[in-house]
């Protein structure tokens, strides 16, 4: 016997069949006539008759109609039966009276649980009754059809219904007695196994009525279920046959628990009330929320099931995305900035007189900022693109149009060691358009700091470059039009908003080196807007990425010899500074000793994270200028140093390090015309999937692969520290795969204009309650 899901996928399945081939229409009665009478008997108990009646004449007289009215029959058949899934398949919201519980009732409260198994339940982030609605089970057991025990194939995990025939007991030794009993369901007999579980004998006696759910195996002939799922029965009419999840579980709590918990809860769904907008439900035909709950706990199909997941995704993005957007509208809405008037005179001149030419990607982005810094909301864009892209000379276009304006800039970046390299490049670019730079770190001497912040305050000074020193408090000035944040990644949502609500409202751009991919760039930054610089100037070559064991450092070494005779210079990168107990690894401080002695007739240098700030600096400064031919060192160099003769970058242990953290380390080489390489070396016995991804890494210079690549390996949770980012850890949303949805729902609610609704910020609060930046922001 059929049940209604599959009667319903047959007569979908008939009708596709037919489409395919239309000449064959006087087939497509019969089929579905025959279909209804194998399954009058579920009809009738699903009541639904009248329905298949109605569907039966639509079909019958298909063959003669003309072809044009045939068609449109065709698609009202077709709207038909999603009808009836929607009636069928679909839970209805009902009224039923049960105890009404608050959402925030301690989950210890709830029958079955208690304090002790209350703890255990934290473990699976389950607090309260509203935590326990949203985890999703990871799967679920289709137990609605009963297999005979003759069909069941071995490996086949069925239901099966039958009565207890017999029982025998074996002691293989003094630990393990297996229990077995003999299974009859009138097709054949089945042995059922239980492993020292004597209570099981006072349920099975002979002659019980009992469903197993369970894998089949088959033995010597003999056909066996070692500790299935069972449920007496008084007789076969009483069987459970439904859709059973599985939930995620944690130890100390069994899935029968976990069940019998959420039988109590699942209740509750039928009081929630629908927080998402009518009009989003229709528009993307979602379930409402008793339906898309009951979807996943008690679910009345497999089609169910499915429409609840794609629901819970559109509703979880939604929340996300209001979020976000919500906080952005917040900030256009309540703050005016400065509608400036850049005419673009002298950034034309100073464009004209670069030794190179922008290409089309910066030019781009440039415009995108400048059409930003003359609206009068004030810009809140990411400037995103790969190492070497040239990030750097669109931000000075932009600091050259916002002096043009009449403003002055400020450019943020994380150390002191970059903050001095940047100045030292800008001052020199910008110094010939009259634009006066300083620089303000930590380590700037009192009495200039003083000096510099009076300066700040009287216009006498463009532009400001430094550490996070240069937005603090005391630091005032004249008219700040423009702030440009470099390597994004320390600076959330959040610091953003508390930049901006300081009273002025300058004009913000955030760059980043780390290519983050579409999808994530859309959730991670749905208050920013983006632009893109996805083309590399020309001229450069793709650094040669190749993967090595170690054994191999001796070819290694010739090879950077030959380069240092061209005047090359290399980088070797450790993940370690100095030896540790804990790991076996090479370190930074004992491989300078021994690279010292390999390469004796040049000179090493050394830095890693633990140098004082002055000394690092000292040490840039002489393979900048080339009186260090190799520098070994950690991931310290790993942002923005440019040394554009260093050809040859080890990296050792680069099995140790992240895909994205390797690009950017990739990235301090190849930063000329000419050709660059980097080594990696690893153990000869890592394991295969490392050694997969570290070859798609070799393949590919593309800062955009390189972190697609890095996503689908690390997942999103840990691509980035989720926490810091303020994105939570999705439950339903798979941010690789779901870019259309994300998409979609951002363009409804950006359409929609719905701005701060109160039930659904109470539910983004309740959702996302571990996301503390995300909840700030709103
Ligand atoms: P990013 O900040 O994106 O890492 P930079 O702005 O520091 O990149 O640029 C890297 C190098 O490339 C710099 O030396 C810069 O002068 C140079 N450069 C920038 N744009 C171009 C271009 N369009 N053509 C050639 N060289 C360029
Ligand atoms: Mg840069």
Redesign the pocket.
């Known amino acids: 016997m059929k049940h209604v899901e599959e009667i319903i996928e047959s007569m979908e399945y008939i009708i596709t069949l037919k489409e395919k081939n239309m000449k064959n229409w006087e087939e497509i009665f019969p089929s579905f006539n025959s279909l209804a009478r194998e399954s009058y008997k579920e009809l009738k108990k699903f009541n639904m008759i009248e329905d298949m009646k109605k569907i039966l004449s639509y079909v019958k007289p298909l063959n003669m109609l003309p072809p044009e009215r045939q068609t449109k029959r065709l698609n009202n058949l077709k709207t038909s039966l999603i009808d009836l899934k929607n009636k069928y398949l679909i839970s209805q919201t009902t009224n039923i009276k049960e105890n009404k519980l608050n959402l925030f009732t301690d989950i210890k409260y709830i029958k079955h649980v208690g304090t002790k198994r209350g703890n255990l339940l934290k473990n699976l982030n389950i607090e309260n009754i509203y935590d326990a609605l949203y985890t999703a089970p990871r799967d679920w057991e289709d137990r609605r059809k009963v297999k005979t025990i003759y069909n069941i194939s071995d490996g086949e995990t069925a239901l099966i219904v039958g009565k207890v025939a017999n029982m025998d007991e074996v002691n293989i030794n003094k630990g393990l007695k297996i229990i077995n009993f003999s299974i009859n369901d009138g097709t054949g007999i089945m042995t059922i196994s239980f492993f020292n579980q004597d209570y099981i004998k006072n349920y099975l006696k002979k002659d019980t009525i009992c469903a197993f759910y369970g894998k089949a195996e088959y033995n010597f002939g003999q056909k066996q279920m070692k500790s299935p799922d069972f449920q007496i029965l008084e007789n076969k009419n009483n069987l459970q046959n439904k859709i059973i999840p599985i939930y995620p579980l944690t130890s100390g709590i069994s899935q029968n628990i976990m069940r019998k918990i959420m039988k109590q809860i699942n209740p509750q769904i039928y009081y929630l009330e629908e927080f998402l907008p009518d009009k989003f439900i229709k528009t993307f035909n979602l379930l409402n929320i008793n339906q898309r709950l009951t979807g996943i706990h008690e679910p009345k199909s497999s089609y169910h099931i499915k429409k609840s997941l794609i629901t819970f995704k559109y509703e979880e993005i939604f929340l996300f995305e209001y979020a976000i957007l919500n906080s952005k509208k917040k900030i256009k809405k309540h703050l005016k900035g400065y509608s400036k008037n850049i005419n673009g005179e002298l950034s034309k001149i100073y464009i004209n007189n670069l030794n190179?030419?922008?290409?089309n990607a910066?030019k781009r982005a440039h415009i995108e900022i400048r059409e930003d810094m003359k609206k009068e909301s004030p810009m809140n864009r990411l400037l995103q693109?790969d190492?070497?892209?040239?990030?750097?000379?669109v931000a000075e276009i932009s600091i050259i149009d916002n002096f043009e304006a009449g403003f002055q800039s400020a450019l943020m970046v994380p150390t002191s060691v970059l903050a001095k390299q940047q100045y030292q490049k800008i001052k020199l670019n910008l110094e010939k358009i009259n634009i006066k730079t300083e620089l303000l770190i930590g380590e700037t001497k009192e009495k200039e700091k003083k000096e510099i912040k009076d300066k700040l305050k009287n216009g006498e000074i463009d532009l400001i470059i430094g550490t996070h020193a240069i937005i603090q408090n005391d630091v005032e000035f004249k008219k700040l039009g423009l702030i440009i944040i470099d390597e994004q990644h320390r600076f959330g949502v959040n610091q953003r908003l508390s930049l901006i609500q300081k009273g002025s409202s300058p004009d913000i751009l955030v760059m980043t080196?780390t290519p983050i991919p579409r999808t994530l760039a859309l959730t991670l930054y749905g208050d920013l807007d983006v632009s893109i610089i996805d083309e590399m100037?020309?001229g450069r070559k793709k650094v040669k990425t190749i993967l090595n064991s170690d054994n191999n450092l001796k070819n290694i070494y010739d090879f950077i010899k030959d380069e240092l005779k061209k005047e090359n210079q290399a980088f070797f990168i450790y993940p370690l500074i100095e030896e540790s107990e804990a790991i076996d690894l090479k370190n930074a401080k004992d491989m300078h000793e021994q690279i010292s002695k390999i390469f004796s007739d040049y000179n090493v240098g050394l830095l890693h994270g633990k140098m004082k700030s002055v000394e690092k600096n000292e040490i840039m400064e002489k393979f900048s200028k080339k009186e260090i031919n190799i520098l070994v060192s950690t991931t310290v160099i790993e942002v923005g140093v440019?040394i554009p003769d260093a050809t040859v970058m080890v990296i050792e242990h680069a099995d140790r390090f992240g895909l994205s953290q390797l690009h950017q380390l990739r990235g301090r080489v190849g930063?000329s015309s000419k050709q660059s390489y980097c080594f990696l070396t690893t153990s000869s016995n890592i394991s295969k999937e490392t050694k997969t991804k570290l070859t798609q890494f070799s393949a590919n210079n593309d800062g955009f692969k390189v972190s697609e690549i890095d996503l689908k390996w690390r997942g999103p949770g840990k691509f980035f520290g989720t926490q810091q980012h303020g994105i939570p850890d999705f439950k339903f949303i798979d941010i690789t795969e779901d870019l259309k949805i994300i998409e979609e729902v951002k363009k409804y609610i950006e359409q929609d204009n719905i701005l701060d609704d109160k039930k659904i910020i109470q539910e983004i609060k309740m959702r996302f309650k571990n996301s503390t930046e995300l909840i700030k922001a709103i």
């Open positions: 190179f030419k922008l290409t910066q693109g190492v070497g892209s040239g990030k750097t000379a080196a100037p020309s440019d930063r």
